[in-house]
């Protein structure tokens, strides 16, 4: 799979109804904590359904979550007629299946990062979206935060003069052992996990695709990456590099190193609903720079809504999701290889 210059995006049909009714497919904590309340908490998005492979658990977390229906099957969720959106946030694995499921029952999706667990399935994604005229966006929320577009702006104005170095780490101890980010068949892994973070970060940051990747991985006990590093070279003198694991101390943090100055900042992809700062250094000089407490989760259902309903145009084209696992498809190949660069990019 090669890096996409663009894909077309798919025109969604006529939406006539004021207000988007949802359905969840499983019932993982992110859906609790953080997706559900931000779609109650925006206009005109309800969560009307949840579905679960267990009709019991299904019936336990809508009433928890003051969930109108419950069903003990994901199909049968996907059968109702005035479900509009579907959020997917299950194992990685099963989010193209389901995906596709879903827009070929004439629902718009809304499915968790990763897209998918390869660029191929990806692309199939895409393609069923255009088919079907429906709506298909990855959740990524740190994008929505204004905090990435004040970070952008900086970034794009000059003041960091030309990029030559951009770091990330994102890690944190997973002590569950029957977690199914350990588990292989269910698409596990810190890359998918958390790498997915700082590698979309960083190519957003250049605004170009990488030349080629290089990565090293640690491989657990059951056959997954507890720890990945990896590096992008962008040409033009800019390397950048991450760090991630599900096997060290808590961290998310990012720093961008220019010719003229130096933007560092942590909870670079997960901010919660507090307030954040980050530290501009020019010289002898530091700017301390303070982002506003604010929902991601409640911009990005927001955003979704105002895709579907006012046709506004989406602000991350479907492109970068695939070309996101097209860069993460190099690492793994490279990470396999121990170590082997993998070119994405002709050069001379």
Known sequence: MTILSSISESRTTPFKKENLSWGVL???????????PALKASRHNLVSAIASRDLMRAQQFAQANAIPKAYGSY?????????????????????????IKAMEAGKHVLVEKPFAVNADEAQMMVATSLE????????????YHSRFEEIMDIVRGGS??????????????????NDY??????????LYDLGCYCVNFQRLLVGREPRQVQALSYMGSTNVDLQMSGTLDF???????????FNAAPQQYTRIIGTEGVLSFEKS????????????????????????????????????????????????????AVNNLVVMDALFQSAASGGNIVKLIATD
Do not use: C
């Open 26 to 36: 499983g019932t993982a904590r992110i859906a609790a904590k953080a997706v559900i």
């Open 269 to 320: 992809f997960n901010p919660g609903n507090e307030a954040s700062e980050a530290y501009l250094l020019k010289g002898s000089d530091t700017k301390r720079i303070k982002f506003k407490r604010e929902d991601a989760y409640q911009k990005m259902v927001e955003h979704f809504y105002n895709v579907v309903v006012s046709k506004e145009a989406p602000r991350f084209p479907l492109a970068d």
């Open 181 to 190: 980010r350990l588990s292989a068949a269910l698409g596990g892994g810190a």
């Open 75 to 99: 199909d049968e969720l996907l059968q109702d007629a005035e479900i509009d959106a579907v959020y997917i946030p299950l194992p990685n694995s099963e989010h193209a299946p389901w995906a």
């Open 160 to 177: 960091l003069g030309e990029l030559r170095f951009i770091q990330s780490t994102f890690s944190f101890q997973l002590a569950n052992p």
């Open 132 to 143: 079907h005229s429906v709506l298909l966006m990855e959740a990524f929320m740190y994008r």
């Open 235 to 245: 040409g033009e003198q800019l390397f950048t590099h991450f760090d991630v694991a």
